[in-house]
């Protein structure tokens, strides 16, 4: 079974400072990525995936992700934050269920991003 | 109303109490979930229900009862919780089962149990 792993539970940054969120799964085996954001006391809102193709991910607001077979890496990344990027941050893999094998996701512990002016 | 709404927004209960949460998805999917989200803990995944059809039960404790009548409608019955099974419950929905889709959520309801 898929694993993920977030390793920065929170990262304070300064507005227009770039910043970098780290992701790792467990397998190397062909995975489908996602990144999703959660902005207080709302529910989760996918800011981008990989499927296939192209190892550099573009996403919503200014986000990308790279996806790193040899690494098993999945790095969120965006140039310049705003205040309003202030958030939690969900790294999450595609897996199969048990019994059925259909597709389930499998969540990070989440990193929270603190945008300070 | 538009993708995936969720009522209440918060619940408040005792421990003998009955009590249901509401999903409702605008999207057209045919897949639903249910997850529960804990401080400091991944999203757990509780059930998934594919065409009103439950695929999956994650070995939730039986004071959760899940209900789908349609593909665009999901509850959680809840009954006899424990203060532990306070959290987020958010309810997503996707296209069907397939690996590449993605969920969409809906915004949770934060229950405390008391």
């Known amino acids: 079974a898929q694993s993920v792993t977030q390793l920065d539970s929170q990262v304070p940054v300064f507005e227009e400072a770039p910043v970098e969120l780290r992701c790792n799964y467990s397998?190397?085996?062909?995975?489908?990525l996602f990144w999703y954001v959660q902005y207080p006391n709302q529910g989760l809102q996918l800011l981008l995936k990989?499927?296939?193709?192209?190892?550099l991910v573009k996403g919503i607001n200014g986000f990308e992700a790279e996806f790193n077979k040899s690494q098993t890496s999945f790095h969120l990344r965006k140039p310049s934050v705003h205040i309003s990027d202030t958030a939690e941050y969900f790294c999450a893999v595609s897996d199969r269920l048990r019994d059925t094998g259909f597709q389930k996701l499998v969540f990070g512990t989440g990193t929270r991003l603190l945008v300070s002016p | 109303e538009t993708g995936v709404t969720q009522t209440p927004r918060h619940l408040v209960m005792g421990m003998t109490n009955k009590k249901s949460l509401k999903c409702e998805q605008h999207l057209g999917h045919n897949a639903m979930y249910w997850y529960k989200q804990s401080a400091k803990k991944p999203l757990e995944l509780m059930f998934v229900y594919n065409f009103k059809e439950q695929t999956e039960n994650n070995s939730v404790p039986s004071r959760f009862s899940p209900e789908c009548p349609n593909s665009s409608h999901l509850f959680l019955h809840l009954h006899t919780l424990q203060p532990e099974d306070s959290a987020l419950y958010l309810c997503a929905s996707s296209q069907d089962l397939a690996d590449y889709n993605e969920q969409f959520f809906g915004p949770g309801t934060r229950l405390t149990v008391l």
């Open positions: 397998s190397s085996v062909s995975v489908y």
């Open positions: 990989y499927l296939s193709g192209s190892t």
